[in-house]
């Protein structure tokens, strides 16, 4: 029985010609017939961008339904799916785009942030049969005819739930990096490649700040227990391999921390009351993740991305926020039930004279909130702390 494989490429990695040939390239040759996942091509600024467009709707001013908008952000996938059927087909592959609701794909009503519902793959699976190789919106599905998307990091949910519903060998994600590193190359430019993650680790390192892959397409992944593979559009390597745990993995050494992941800018929100049930439900209805949370009888406190400052002001006008933060965390699954990790974090920063503003941790984690202007020093003491290089 030939091997299945799903490959989704982010936007970067389909937003001009010499980064689709090197896509094509992986895909004409892989050993069997893939489903392919597109994002839209490039970022904000980019003229098909799903941001570019969305902010030309918003430019003709007045008030716009979800359903217009979800119309709109629905385009920059489309226009790469057919480009890169065509690409395909240019290389002598046959080839067909197709949007999500033509692959299958049906979602509740929940407009920007819908819900698969669920995926018929007949359609995938007789092109498949048939050698053609299925180019597929990523970030989109159907309800009743309309166009929903899937929110925040969609194109990943999309290659999780075909990879999930075709019962995939392998999913890949291709990215502008060889794999996951053990830090954020931009603040430490000795952090590795990891060969090998556990979904767990993938999961709080998506979660604490990477932006490798979703965290609800691990969430999928794991849950129907099927591989998935980090990989390098531009550069030719195994990239990062994650599955289940460590036990037995000729990749790695089983090590306490295998990363540290940073998410900044964050501001601290600060309220003194007592109505913590209030408070989050609010906050969550403005679809704003918190973190770091504290709750005594006299105040409630918590941090946010720095971006949803000025919603959360609003809906919550009391609150006293801050700006100037950072979120540090060692993540790995090794440290589970091991005596003294903390110990070494908070040694680590101490030598450094960094302060640590709170803390929080779970059993693959330990993240610290510092200021903004340590956390490049902050990596790096982590980092070398745990021998990550």
């Known amino acids: 029985m030939q091997r299945l494989y799903v490959m989704k490429f982010g936007g970067t990695s389909v937003a001009d010609r010499k980064m689709r040939d090197a896509a094509v390239g992986h895909i004409v040759n892989a050993p069997t017939t893939p489903v392919v996942v597109v994002s839209a091509m490039g970022r904000n600024g980019a003229p098909y961008s ?9 430019g003709e001013g ?11 952000m629905s385009c920059g996938e489309i226009i790469s799916a057919v480009i890169m059927a065509q690409a395909l087909k240019a290389r002598g592959r046959k080839a ?4 999500g609701a033509q692959a299958g794909i049906a979602t509740d009503g929940r407009y920007g942030s819908a819900t ?10 007789k092109l498949l049969e048939n050698g053609i190789i299925p180019v597929v919106t990523g970030f989109q599905g159907d309800f009743a005819g309309d166009f929903t998307t899937l929110g925040r990091g969609g194109s990943d949910t999309t290659a999780a739930v075909l990879g999930r519903a075709l019962e995939a060998d392998e999913v890949q994600i291709f990215t502008d990096v060889e794999g996951i590193l053990t830090s954020d190359p931009a603040l430490i430019k000795e952090a590795q490649i990891l060969p090998f993650a556990t979904y767990k680790e993938v999961l709080e390192m998506a979660q604490l700040g990477a932006k490798v892959i979703h965290p609800s397409a ?9 591989p998935i593979r980090i990989l390098s559009t531009l550069k030719e390597g195994p990239g990062t391999l994650v599955a289940a745990n460590l036990e037995g993995s000729p990749f790695r050494k089983k090590k306490v921390v295998t990363s540290v992941a940073v998410a900044s800018p964050r501001s601290l929100v600060l309220l003194k009351n007592n109505q913590a049930a209030t408070v ?17 009888p006299e105040s409630i406190s918590f941090t946010i991305d720095s971006h949803t400052e000025e919603k959360v002001q609003s809906v919550l006008p009391d609150a006293i926020i801050t700006e100037g933060y950072a979120k540090v965390s060692v993540v790995g699954a090794g440290m589970r039930g091991v005596p003294g990790v903390m110990a070494q974090v908070v040694g680590a920063l ?3 004279n960094i302060e640590i503003i709170r803390t929080v941790d779970s ?21 070398d702390a745990f021998l990550l290089t």
């Open 96 to 99: 067909k785009a197709l949007t």
């Open 62 to 72: 007045g008030e716009i339904s979800n359903r217009d908008m979800d119309l709109i």
């Open 218 to 226: 691990v969430e999928l992944l794991e849950n129907a227990r099927i």
């Open 280 to 296: 989050f439900k609010i906050v969550a209805e403005e679809q704003v993740s918190v973190d770091l949370i504290n709750v005594s």
């Open 50 to 58: 799903t941001d570019s467009l969305r902010e030309l709707l918003i």
């Open 350 to 352: 101490a030598k450094n």
């Open 116 to 125: 698969v519902t669920g995926v018929d793959v007949r359609t995938l699976k």
């Open 363 to 383: 059993h693959t984690s330990i993240s610290c909130l510092v200021k903004e202007e340590d956390l490049k020093e902050a990596t790096k003491a982590l980092h």
